[in-house]
Nanobody, 121 residues
Framework: QVQLVESGGGSVQIGGSLRLACDAP???????MRWFRQAPGKEREFVAT????????NYRDSVKGRFTISRDKAKNTVALQMNSLKLEDTAVYYC???????????????WGQGTQVTVSS
C-alpha cells in the first residue's frame, strides 16, 4: 500500500514557526507534490504546490511570504516551512502527491493521514 507519511505538526504561539515534512515511497516516481489544510467546520483548501524539479511553486494568497514549500528529489520528500503563524493557520495539514504511473503521463493522487497544526495566542 502506497502511503505518504507526514510529520512535524504541533502547537505554537502566534508568530511562531513550524516545519512540516512528507515522505513519499522511493520505489515510485512522483510529480507535483502539494500541501492542503482543513480547519474545523471548513472544507479542505489548497496551501502550496511544487513541481518535480522543485523550481516551480505556488501558494494560496494568505500564506505567501510566510510559507515556503521545498522538496528533496533524491529522498522523495516535500517540506513546508511555516513562519509568522497566525491563528487562522490552525488546521490539519495534508500532504498530497501525484505518482507517475507510466511514460504517457498517467498519474494517481495520494494523500497523507494529516498532521495537526495549532496556533494559539
Amino acid at each position: 500500500q502506497v502511503q505518504l507519511v507526514e510529520s512535524g505538526g504541533g502547537s505554537v504561539q502566534i508568530g511562531g514557526s513550524l516545519r512540516l515534512a512528507c515522505d513519499a515511497p522511493r520505489d515510485f516516481s512522483w510529480n507535483f507534490m502539494r500541501w492542503f489544510r482543513q480547519a474545523p467546520g471548513k472544507e479542505r483548501e489548497f496551501v502550496a504546490t511544487i513541481n518535480w524539479s522543485g523550481d516551480i511553486s505556488n501558494y494560496r494568497d494568505s500564506v505567501k511570504g510566510r510559507f515556503t514549500i521545498s522538496r528533496d528529489k533524491a529522498k522523495n520528500t516535500v517540506a513546508l516551512q511555516m513562519n509568522s503563524l497566525k491563528l487562522e493557520d490552525t488546521a490539519v495539514y495534508y500532504c498530497n502527491a501525484d505518482r507517475v504511473l507510466n511514460i504517457e503521463g498517467a498519474k494517481r493522487s495520494y494523500w497523507g493521514q494529516g498532521t495537526q497544526v495549532t496556533v494559539s495566542s
